[in-house]
């Protein structure tokens, strides 16, 4: 799996991302050296995502119910970590540096969603043995 | 004739475009317009173009004075005079408005901006406006610049002193004995001495009254006339609002958990760089944006279209100059 995040990190420009699905990580090319923003920004983003959802929720009384926020940014120094929310409680999380252009990893990203989502399916039909 | 020539760099503000005035022997080339977009502590008139100007520096030596607009949005212009026409200068000077909340940012961002240009070439930092704000000094300057491991003269100068600027450049062009400075000292003032009167109907008076400052309006008002922005809070260090486009805004709020979180992952992880900033988006929303200093926080609502960067811009351009924060921190 790791491979695929690999093609991708190549096409959106970023260095290093992972799949975590009820926080347990899937798949990921961060390196020891670069796991504690993993770690950190995944409980970020989870936290991130609950606070969005509950200001949602708050809202619904008077607006039509509108989609959720799928996607958050942390930006740490001038490091940006960005999540996509995919199904199944699973988070894409990927790592871009200072001068990557953010809007093309944005681009990309996004568009490889739907293809991401059926990985994780896939991978969780069929474990991986140990 | 021998000609020189040097490069002017800087934030919006930083006097460039006033700089070269100061010392120009000729009629500047003026592409300075009304700024339509956020105005703060700012100034009203903004370099679209670019600045030139020409100091003769005796019989056979002429300095030609180039500066780039301010702007990030002409950036095509840096890229365009450092590849042509100030391709062969001998100096780069680094104006820095000391008004500014987080001057030291500015060095870093032009340090990035123009390094390849820079190491090639004489380096000077010029600190402008800190007749207005004395801090940070010439002493907290220099420490910056020693813990970058970055060798630079640092000047304090008012770039509307005729005398301040050519100071600079003779600090820019020490390497070029044959100039005669005191001539071209004289020359300057003498010239300074006529311009402090200005004839009523000259270009200069003209200018003198363009260029005049302005009252100041709140980072929220500036926030609101961007176009894209549709909401916009301003928070103190303690997370309240100083500010808002609107009391009710839904968003509100969530500006204020994602402000807090912010703070919590910094006490959580000290060792790591502080957040900057944190944001949320989806396809057909408006997209939720924090962006957070050590002592105040800007939350934006922007339209889906405007992309991060463009958010980023400016934001980090209000929280510079706004005018609500004590000016105690020195980065
Ligand atoms: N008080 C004070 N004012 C200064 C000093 N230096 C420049 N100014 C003023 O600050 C303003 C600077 O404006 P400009 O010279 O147009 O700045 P600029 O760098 O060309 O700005 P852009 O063209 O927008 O990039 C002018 O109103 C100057 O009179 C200074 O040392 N002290
Ligand atoms: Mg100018």
Known sequence: ?130 | MKSYKVLFVGSPGSGKTTAIRTISDVEVVDTDTKVSDSTIKRKRTTTVGMDYGKLSLGEDSVLHLYGTPGQERFKFMWDLMVSDLANDASALILLIDNTRNYPFRDIDYYLSEFWDYIVKRHFIIAVTRSDLMASPNEADYQNYLKDKGILAPILFIDARKSVDVLDLVVSALNQESDIDWAEVLHRVAMTELKNRNPDPNSPQFEWLRKTRDVPKISIIEAAMQVRGISGATHLNKEFNTIDTSQEDLECNNLFKSLAKLAAAIKSKAPQLEPVRNISLHAPRKDSVSVFLEQDQSLGLLTLPALTHKQIRQQAEDLLQWSDNVENTQKT
Not at chain 1, 75 to 82: M, P, S, V
């Open chain 1, 1 to 130: 799996m790791s491979k695929i995040l690999r093609k991708l990190e190549g096409m959106a420009g970023t260095n290093c991302s992972a799949l975590v699905q009820n926080s347990q990580s899937l798949a990921t090319t961060f390196t020891k050296e670069e796991s504690v923003y993993l770690k950190l920004s995944l409980q970020a983003f989870t936290l991130i995502f609950k606070h969005a959802d509950k200001a949602d929720a708050e809202k619904v009384a008077t607006h039509d119910i509108a989609e959720k926020y799928d996607e958050a940014h942390l930006q740490l120094g001038q490091r940006r970590l960005i999540c996509f929310r995919l199904e199944n409680n699973t988070l894409y999380i990927s790592m871009i540096g200072q001068n990557q252009d953010v809007h093309k990893a944005q681009k990309v990203i996004r568009g490889a969603v739907n293809i991401l989502s059926k990985v994780v399916n896939a991978a969780s039909a069929h474990p991986p043995k140990v």
